[in-house]
């Protein structure tokens, strides 16, 4: 089989073999990608009878203990030199960076990221933004070196899927996608349970934050908008981080008899983003609408930036 990633998949499986200890780092604040990712990956690693350890500067995430026992490890208190090979999967950017100088030349570094703009580089490199997830990048990793897939392995391989797809919602679930998620399902991968366990991962913070967004949601039926906006006070009230805002949209958009939905969000620096959804039957192009505001994307989801601040005002509201 002739894969984009031949050489680097055949390199690292290699590696993997020649190595006693190998560390996996996944990203701080660990979603279901990065954390499925390592756990697939220390699965495999343990029918190697190799020592393999997980790194994170944050806790094995709560929400994920009904599907396994692991524990991460804090880099801080790790001798990062004992291992021969280090493999990092997902935002590589988001804490992986930080222990990057205190490896050496002997040791091998692996990266494996699916998001654009990464500017680390690894002795062996796997980013490409096409791919869905991470580890959609591991079910290739492990097929192309004809490496079986237990049903531990497809638990936490679906596990990114899903989380990063938003259970098969976004734009990003292509048919390859259906396809893998078909075969981890046939090898045992308890499709329910791990749509539960991601959707579950909703802080207190974010529903708070949601409600509020929720309550204001106003829709125009001149032109079919449902929009919705959020203040930093809103964010301070809830406890939220501007990542707790990105899935507003889309459930907006899920109103019957709107067009497109249109969530507006004050983020540092006085910046309002525009955050647009739509849906191939309702017929809107929204990288039109952002792109009025200088902004771009897909058809079906896009964005802009604007300098101003939010207003509440009698009439509704005003960017001023
Ligand atoms: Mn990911």
Redesign the pocket.
Known sequence: MKHKFSQEFNTLNFVIKESENILLFAHSRP?G??AGSVLALKEYLKTLGKNADIACYDLFPEFLKNLSEENFINPNTLDISKYNLIIAA??VERGFQKIEDRIHENQVVALLD??PDITIQGDINVIDPKYS??CEIMYDFFTFNKIPINRKMATFIML?IL??TGSFQHSNTTPRVLEISSELMKKGAPLPKIVETTFSNKSISTLKLWGKAFEKAKINSDNGMIVSVLTKQDLEECHAGSEDIAQVSGILNTVPGTKFALVLSERDGDIIKGSLRSEEYKGVDVSKIAAQFGGGGHKLASGFEIKGKIKETENGWEIV
């Open positions: 979603d990608d990065t997902d935002s699916h998001h997830s991470v990114g989380g990063d």
